[in-house]
């Protein structure tokens, strides 16, 4: 009988560890499955964010075309193609002390600068940089224009006395789209970037901003209305006359270039006295087939603000590619628990800041420990490095894209003004011109294009090889830092001049 019970519990022991190793292994194909789901996650965008040369080439024709559309009539294409009224630029004898107020998308900026006639005498004194109060941007227009008066006045204060008995120059630096009826005027056409202030659309902006300095008794007075990416040419104008093109990668994305008078079709009689004038594009609303569009972008559109607009900006804006990798963490997620099981911060929209993803895409660490640490601040605690090897593989993807897009933007510029190498799609050019490769300065501001490394890496790789070898070596891209505020500040002393 001892026999038996020893046999039989032999027995059950073998089966009871017979059912765990199953159980083991069924726990192993399962993980396995789940794993391969989230792979196949990953292939699938890596796919659909794929932007070999001769995709980037279709859109460098997309953005020139539209261009040529924008520029023969107003609402002729998706590009707004906005006269600015500046047609002098800056050229180095300006002389004496000037202001400058930019109103960006994340922050605002204060600042003066001294002019002592010479390209090598530009002082660029007390600039404050502060983040715009996130009330501010759905506020009034009246809210808005008293606090940044308030700033200037404050700004004003620290000069102590006696520091100006003249009334003080100021350009405005307005990172939004406007329709310029001069070169110190123009209406706000709408809202990016998260502002939501319906009422203000339609006002001419640099009227409501000289009433609060009125309100405040500020000897202040608005000389000039400038986009940021203007004033970035200007900038990179004053320091070298070949710079034709200026692009901002900040929170948005804009450019801005300089085009003949004579090739804008939809303001004929059009004179200026030096035959150009600069173009503010706003190519953030750019859009083409061609363009390389995931679920992620879909979803991140219909969810936003202004669903169906400023479809470039969302795939290239700084504002955006945090909440595009966080929507492929979250769809990853629902396949798999490698993130764990509590992802309520990730449902959050744009919780995930762009800052993040490049913190996490640079980070050299052995173990990714600045990975795991964002991850920790978002709720994913305790994960694996392959799976934060994944996370910074979905960065990756994510930036590459948005760093080629912009080069294709930049390119189709150069194509539009003849300095592709192809002559461009202008107007009649006399054929030595059009064999005869020029110089081209592109100057480039704004946070994502100055911080992130791999963005600015991706796109001027990528400009290379839409341009060719040949080509690209005439083609020089320089970094504004400060570029719109400074530049807009040398615009108003130009006009001065």
Known sequence: MGKVAVAFAAAAAVIVSCSVAAVMVGRRVKSRRKWRGVVEILKELEEACDTPVGRL?????????????????????????????????PIGTEKGTYYALHLGGTYFRILRVLLGGERSYLDVQDVERHPIPSHLMNSTSEVLFNFLAFSLERFIEKEGNGSSSSQRELAFTFSFPVKHSSISSGALIKWTKGFEISEMVGKDVAECLQGALNRRSLDMHVAALVNDTV?????????????????VFGTGSNACYLERTDAIIKSQGLLTTSGSMVVNMEWGNFWSSHLPRTSYDIDLDAESSNPNDMGFEKMIGGLYLGDIVRRVILRMSQVSDIFGTTL?????PYVLRTNSVSAMHEDDTPELQEVARILKDLGVSDVPLKVRKLVVKICDVVTRRAGRLAAAGI?????????????GITSVRSRSETQMQKRTVVAVEGGLYMNYTMFREYMEEALVEILGEEVSQYVVVKAMEDGSSIGSALLVASLQS
């Open 57 to 89: 080439r279709q859109v460098v024709d997309a953005v020139a075309v539209e261009m040529h559309a924008g520029l023969a009539s107003e609402g002729g294409s998706k590009l707004k193609m906005l006269l600015t009224f500046v047609h002098h630029l």
């Open 231 to 247: 004033g970035a040419l200007s900038l990179g104008y004053y320091h070298d006359p070949d710079t034709v093109v200026a692009v």
């Open 344 to 348: 309520s911060m990730l449902s959050e």
């Open 411 to 423: 390119a189709g510029i150069l194509k539009k003004i003849g300095r592709d190498g192809s002559g």
